[in-house]
C-alpha cells in the first residue's frame, strides 16, 4: 500500500529533487520513498532510477503518484543511476537517498534553513544516524557535536547521501566517476572539496543510514575498496585545484591505502 502526500504542494522556495537509486529494492522502497512523502518541506521531485532490478521494484514505485518520477534503465551501477537521475532533475538542489534508507521529517525543512542562513553555500550536509536491519541504532550521530565546516575537507569521512547539493554546482562538478565501482562517492566528495566549494553543516541527525549485512565478502571489499581509495588519493595529490598544503597528506594516504590493498591481495 502506498501513501501520497496529504493537502501540501512543493513550495515556492528553495526547490529539491531528491535521487534514488534503486537496484533489488522491492522490499525497502516502499519505505524509503514514504519518508520523503512524509517531509515537512515537500520536494519537487522523487527521481527513483530502477537499475536494471530482477524483482518488483519497478513496479512498487510506479504505484506512487506525483511527486514520484520512475526511470527505468538497463544495469549500470550506482553512478550510472545517479548520473541519470542528476540530468533528469529540474530542483535547484539535489538530494541523494538510498534505497534502503529513509530521511526523518524534519530534514528537507532543516536543510533549506541552512541554505537560506547562508547563501553563498554550495552544498549542505547533515548529520546521519546508523541503524541496523532490526533497527538497532548503532549510532546516533555520525559526527562528533564539535563538527563544523573546518573539518569538512579531505580529511572527513562523510556519507554522501547525508549531503545535499545546488544543482548548478552538481553540472560544474560533472558526473560521478563510474570507473569507480565502490566509493564514487568519495571520489565525488574530493572533487567538492579540492575544487573549494563552499560546504555547511546541520547537526542533526536527519539522513537514516542502515547497514546492510548482505554484500560482497570483506575481503574483496578490502581489496576493492582499498585499490579505489588509493587511486582517489594519487589523483587528487596530482590535481592543480588541490589546495598545495593538503597534496602530501594525499600522497601519504595513497602509499597507504596501496599498501593495505596488496597485503589484502596477499592474504586471500
Known sequence: MTTQPADREPTNELRFSVIVPAFRAEATITATIESLLAQSYLPREIIVVDDGSPDETAEVVAGFGAPVVLIRQENGGTSSARNRGIAAATGDVICFLDADDVYEPGRLASVAAAFAAEPE???????AALVEPARTVLASSWWPAEA???????R?????CALCIRRPVLTELGPFDQRFHLLEDVEMWHRIVCRGYRV?????????????????TQAAQTVNGEWELFRIDLRYALAWKTPLSWRPRLAFRSLRHLRTSLKARVSR
Not at 156 to 160: D, G
Not at 209 to 215: A, E, H, L
Request: hydrophobic residues 40%; proline residues 6%.
Open 148 to 154: 563544523n565546516r573546518v573539518r569538512l575537507d579531505i
Open 200 to 216: 555547511g553543516y546541520v547537526d542533526e541527525p536527519s539522513y537514516i543510514y542502515k547497514i546492510n549485512p548482505v554484500g560482497k
Open 156 to 160: 572527513a569521512k562523510i556519507i554522501f
Open 121 to 127: 553555500l554550495d552544498a549542505v550536509l547533515t548529520d
